[in-house]
Every structure is written in C-alpha cells, then in structure tokens.
C-alpha cells in the first residue's frame, strides 16, 4: 500500500455551477444542503440527482441552452427553489429567480423582459404572461427521459439574471455568468467556508442578491443552509439556540427586529461565533447591541451589490472604527470622480468595486454605460477611504440632502438616531424647504413601550445636538409603525416623503 494515497482526490477548480454541485454530491452525497424548519431537506445526492431529471423534462420540453428560465419561489419552497436553479442551469438555461411575494406586475416585467420561454414554481401557480408555460419541480421531475444529454456549460455562460430592488427606479435585469457565481470556490474539502458552523440560518428571500448567496454558499460552505418558511422573531431565535447553529445571517431589518422582540433574551447563544449583515448599511448603534446580544460572536457587516458581487468589502464590528465598511474582499475597491480617474485617501467621491467576471444589465445598454466601466461598477454611493484602506460611507447619490450651501449625509444622521434609546428603526429624507431647498426629516419607528412624547422633535433635536452640527438636525419628524421596505429588506425611501406633504 506504500505510495497509494487514501486521501480523497482534489477536483479540478469548478468552472459552472453544475461542475460545483456535482463535485459536493461526489463528496457528501448524504449531507443535508438545504434545509427548511420544520418543512423538507435536501442532501446534495438528491439535490444533483433531481436537477438533473429537472434539466431531461426542460430539455424535452423544448428549453434550449440560453433561454431564460423564471423561478417563482416563497420562503417555504427553498428546497425546491434549489433543484429548480440547478436543474435550469444544468439545461444550459439561464435562470431568473422571483420571489412569489412579488406583485404580478412586477413578475410579468421581468419575464417579459427577459423573454422567458417557460416558468417552474413551487405549486402555488403564479400569474404570468399570456402563453408562457409554467412546470412545478414535482411535475418536471415526474416526467424525466433519462434519454436526454444535456449540453456543455461553460464558465463564461450566463447562468442567472436577478432583477434589483428598485429602490430608484424600474427594477433593472443583473446578468452573471458561471465564472461569477463560482469564483473563488473551494477544490478542496479542507477549505470549505464556515467550517465552525453545522448550520448556517438566514430568512433572505428567494431573488435577493442575499438569498442567492446564501444559495451558493450551500455549494461552498461546509454547514446546511438552514431557513424558515416564514421569519418570526421567536421562530429564528429557537433555531439560533441550541449550538447546531454556529452562523446567523441576518439583514439590518431583521437584525433590529431580533433585538427589539426580546426573542434573543435568556437564549445560549454562545454557540454563534459569526454574525453577518448584508443587503443595506448596518447602522453601529446597531451592531453594538448585535456584538452584545452575541458575545461570542464576531460580527461582520458586508457591502457589495447585487450588480458587483462577489466584490465586496467586509467590516469586523471594531468600536475604534464604528462608521467603516470595511475593506475589499474578492475584488478592488476605488474612490473616484465624476470621470471615474482615483481619487487619493481622505478625498470624497464616488465608490467604484471591481471583480473577476464582472456582472452587467441584461439588454439595457444606457445603464451599462453609466455603471459598468472597463470591470468596475458604480456603486452608487459616495464615499471616502482612510488611510489605511477602509471605506467610510457618504451616502447613496440620491439621498445626499442638498441644504443651503450644505451636502447632508442621510446615513449619518440616522447612525446619530439610532442611538437613542427609543429609537427602533429610523429614515432620513429631504423635504422641500422654501428657503433652504431642503430640509432633513426623519421617519421613525419607536421601540416597543417607548412613550411617543420622548421622540417629539424638540426631544429629538436635544437629544442630537451633542452628535450633530446643527444645520444636520432634522426639522421634522413622523413616527410610524414601520417602514417600507423591500424584499432585500432595504427602506423604500422614495415612499417615506409622503408623510410631509402638509
């Protein structure tokens, strides 16, 4: 036996997504994947096995390599969402993954489009277009030719497109190819991420750029990707306890909710060694009480974009430095100007990520133009670097308040509010100001118990004057129940400035 090895032969560095899959069904064929509480599992066997009879019955049905294919999924459906993404991109397809909380407008958008040729759902049928077919995953599987070859992949094949939050605008299509989603993917079963961890939870929606990594990290990572039909705060603070759980993935929203609920209070949480936080800038105020909440924890927030991933900057929560983002992580990180030339640490401009394989908007030519540059992309936020390399947050462009001969950054503002200790959840917007231009309000959420006569504005504006220069102090304020938000959690600001219309 001198000169065998019993070790268990490393794999060429996955190119598709398939390619990754089958290399995890190869090596933990019995190893749950994806796991929704209380609902079904997933191993990676029947994972890569179900694709495939998914991918026979599309091929069959006359789906061709480059079709685009629509996902309609809810939170219950993971396990199903993941053989229907697999099988699709097995097909050679590319798929367009929809959250079935979406309106039918919103739906009907996107596949039209998209020029989707087909749609696969979990069994509640969606309301599509007129004459586009649409397959349950039970239906398809059923219904495998095991006669049917399906084609090569090739990294440089688009394999998905996600259309963005529309939190400006229109929601625009996010083209990645293979070579995107499997960048820096482990060949080694020694090197699989969160190797800590048994379980990982999150309760990111299906067609986030949250949710589809969470969806690949249950390709790369060693725990099961584990989530709820539908996110309580006591339902994923019971998941979180008991040690299976060494990882949470969490949104600021979700975060705050968390916190706020009392779910985690009394918990053993000392089995969570990582926290993270992605999908909209986690206010410190707020990963302060996390690090509490989690002392074993190490709390990390992520900033990318669903048009920049995988590029994206990681923060370890670090009191000396409460407003950083971080620093890159899978890619670079610029400050530049209007004309997109580097500007030098402690210059303010605009915040550019660049990654391998860069991502582009599918058949939108103009917001390529605007965006995308040479790899990198426009993140749409200002911002500076120090002189160490971290990245510290302006605001995005279009929330900068223009206030006299003042630029306001909303997000500093809110970081100052959420500081106080009535305050849930807090916006900040402009509103027009005869004088001024515009004026700083603020929407706010109030912790549960908090009498509302501690949030009025005069209490507010005491509260503040110590944090902020007085022409940043918010000239209104409106309490509500909650904010808008979309799917990816982030506020709707757009809508928040109706509550000062008199």
């Given amino acids: 036996m001198s000169g065998t090895s019993l070790r268990r032969p490393v794999t060429p560095v996955a190119r598709t997504v398939p390619e990754l899959l089958a290399w995890r069904r190869d090596l933990h064929p019995d190893r749950v994947a994806v796991e929704v509480a209380g609902v079904a599992a997933l191993t990676f066997a029947e994972w890569a096995d179900a694709a495939t009879a998914v991918a026979g019955t599309l091929l069959r049905r006359g789906v061709r390599p480059g079709d685009r294919v ?50 696969l ?3 509640d049928a969606p309301v599509v277009p007129a004459g586009l077919p649409a397959w349950t995953v039970a239906e398809l599987r059923a219904a495998v030719d095991p006669g049917v070859e399906p084609p090569t992949v090739r990294g440089g094949d688009l394999a998905q497109i996600l259309y963005t939050s529309g939190t400006t605008g229109r929601p625009k299509g996010v083209g990645a190819s293979h070579a995107n989603l499997v960048v820096g993917a482990p060949s080694h079963p020694r090197r699989l991420a969160l190797a800590h961890s048994e379980a990982f939870l999150h309760a990111f929606a299906i067609g986030t750029n949250a949710g589809q990594t969470m969806l690949l990290n249950a390709l790369t ?42 779910a985690l209070r009394g918990r053993d949480l000392s089995g969570v060694h990582l926290v993270g936080s992605t999908a909209a800038a986690l206010p410190p105020a707020v990963a302060s009480r996390l690090a509490a909440a989690f002392p074993q924890a190490t709390v990390v927030n992520y900033y990318t ?12 929560y670090d009191p000396a430095r409460r407003d950083a983002v971080g620093r890159p992580v899978g890619g670079q990180l610029m400050i530049a100007d209007a004309d997109g030339d580097p500007l ?33 992309v426009r993140m749409g936020d200002v911002g500076r ?31 100052a509010l959420f500081e106080h200790p009535g305050v849930s959840e807090a916006a900040v917007v402009g509103v027009p100001h005869p004088v001024l231009g515009a004026a700083v309000a603020a929407v706010l959420v109030p912790r549960p118990g908090v009498d509302p006569a501690a949030l009025t504005l005069a209490a507010l504006r005491g509260f503040l004057a110590g944090r902020l220069a007085d022409y940043q102090l918010p000239a209104r304020v409106r309490l509500v129940d909650g904010l808008p938000r979309n799917a990816g959690g982030k506020v709707l600001k757009r809508q928040l400035t109706s509550h000062f219309d008199n």
């Fill in 70 to 119: 629509g996902l309609v999924f809810g939170q219950q459906d993971w396990t199903s969402y993941a053989v229907a993404y697999a099988g699709a991109l097995r097909a050679g397809a590319v798929a367009v993954p929809l959250s079935d909380r979406l309106a039918a407008g919103q739906v009907g958008h996107a596949l039209t489009h998209c020029a989707a040729v087909a749609v």
């Fill in 121 to 123: 759902h979990g069994g």
């Fill in 221 to 262: 990572a060693k725990p099961t990707a584990l989530t709820l039909p539908r996110f309580t705060p006591l339902r994923f603070a019971r998941l979180v306890e008991g040690g299976r759980v060494g990882t949470v993935f969490v949104v600021p929203s979700i975060a705050i909710e968390l916190l706020d609920s009392g």
């Fill in 305 to 316: 974009s669903t048009e920049a991933a995988p590029a994206q900057t990681t923060m370890i």
């Fill in 344 to 376: 030098p640490a402690g210059v303010t401009g605009d915040v550019w990520l660049r990654a391998p394989h860069p991502r582009a908007y599918y058949r939108d030519d103009a917001a390529n133009r605007a965006t995308f540059r040479d790899g990198w």
């Fill in 385 to 415: 670097l120090d002189a160490d390399g971290y990245l510290y947050l302006t605001d995005r462009h279009q929330d900068v308040i223009k206030s006299g001969a003042f630029k306001i950054s909303s997000l500093e503002v809110e970081a």
